[in-house]
T-cell receptor, first 117, second 113 residues
Framework: DTGVSQDPRHKITKRGQNVTFRCDPISEHNRLYWYRQTLGQGPEFLTY????????KSRLLSDRFSAERPKGSFSTLEIQRTEQGDSAMYLC???????????????FGPGTRLTVL | LAKTTQPISMDSYEGQEVNITCSHNNIATNDYITWYQQFPSQGPRFIIQGYKTKVTNEVASLFIPADRKSSTLSLPRVSLSDTAVYYCLVGVEYGGATNKLIFGTGTLLAVQP
């Protein structure tokens, strides 16, 4: 399977613990995105990488959240001192930078479901 | 970014054609219209994208009138496996190198036997 993969698929943690999620994009894709989705809502943008450079972070991404993409390949999203409000599905997507005005097609992974007790 | 409005939910039966309309009155000249599908506990999946008139692929058709203030996703002969949430997205926010998608709440399509 050459799609976007995420690990773990499920994570249960206690409030105050740190968690780290991993995303492996489609190999030739240079753009990588993180989104968060809560029940009944569409995904919300968190952050975006072009190669290894993190180019934008949403206001949702507080100082407890950090993301990295070393060497422009896989990415990790870390949440420190988790809170119950962090419980959500965390989605990763990747795309190949397109030329011209046509937007990139973003390919999503299956997500990591976080439950904070 | 252009705001989109689509029905919260729709019901259909197997074998029927389903049309989901999305309104986007303030679409910008260079905005594209994109539809994603999402099954429970999965990430969204790209369905189709277009700029004007009609676009068709192996999954769906997208109809865009001349004024581009709305668009209609057409799913031919739906099956139970088409039960999902369908998101209409207009434009992609470009700011520097930003390329983020802005999702609404989508349309929950329920296909019954």
């Amino acid at each position: 399977d050459t799609g976007v993969s995420q690990d773990p698929r499920h994570k249960i943690t206690k409030r105050g613990q740190n968690v780290t999620f991993r995303c492996d994009p489609i190999s030739e894709h240079n753009r990588l995105y993180w989104y968060r989705q809560t029940l009944g809502q569409g995904p919300e943008f968190l952050t975006y990488f072009q190669n290894e450079a993190q180019l934008e972070k949403s206001r949702l991404l507080s100082d407890r959240f950090s993301a990295e993409r070393p060497k422009g390949s896989f990415s990790t999203l870390e949440i420190q001192r988790t809170e119950q409000g962090d419980s959500a599905m965390y989605l990763c997507a990747s795309s190949l930078e397109s030329s011209g005005a046509v937007p990139d097609t973003q390919y999503f992974g299956p997500g990591t479901r976080l439950t904070v007790l | 970014l252009a705001k989109t409005t689509q029905p919260i939910s729709m019901d259909s039966y197997e074998g029927q054609e389903v049309n989901i309309t999305c309104s986007h009155n303030n679409i910008a000249t260079n905005d594209y219209i994109t539809w994603y599908q999402q099954f429970p506990s999965q990430g969204p999946r790209f369905i189709i994208q277009g700029y004007k008139t009609k676009v068709t692929n192996e999954v769906a058709s997208l109809f865009i009138p001349a004024d581009r203030k709305s668009s209609t996703l057409s799913l031919p002969r739906v099956s139970l496996s088409d039960t999902a949430v369908y998101y209409c997205l207009v434009g992609v926010e470009y700011g520097g190198a930003t390329n983020k998608l802005i999702f609404g709440t989508g349309t929950l399509l329920a296909v019954q036997p």
